[in-house]
């Protein structure tokens, strides 16, 4: 499985979490260092919570998950 997909497996165990609250996130690249960007979607682009969702559920679900990223970016 490529890395890519593992990330995007890890990102679907906090789909259903963001899509209670009418958000979701888009996985759009990971780099060969590891860096993850995803956008946010929904309710979770505008939200005045998204950093701290995007570093306390996104990236912790992440880099738990997937060992080889080192961190993860909202991009536009």
Do not use: W, Y
């Not at 997909?5 to 260092?33: I, K, M, T, Y």
Request: charged share 25%; glycine share 8%.
């Amino acid at each position: 499985m490529s890395l890519f997909e593992q990330v995007n497996e890890a990102l679907d165990q906090v789909r259903p979490a963001l899509q209670r609250d009418g958000g979701n996130v888009e996985l759009v690249e990971v780099s060969d260092d590891g860096e993850v960007s995803v956008r946010l979607q929904g309710h979770c682009k505008g939200c005045p919570m998204a950093q701290m969702t995007l570093r306390n559920l996104i990236e912790r679900v992440v880099m738990e998950s997937v060992p080889e990223v080192t961190g993860v970016t909202a991009v536009d």
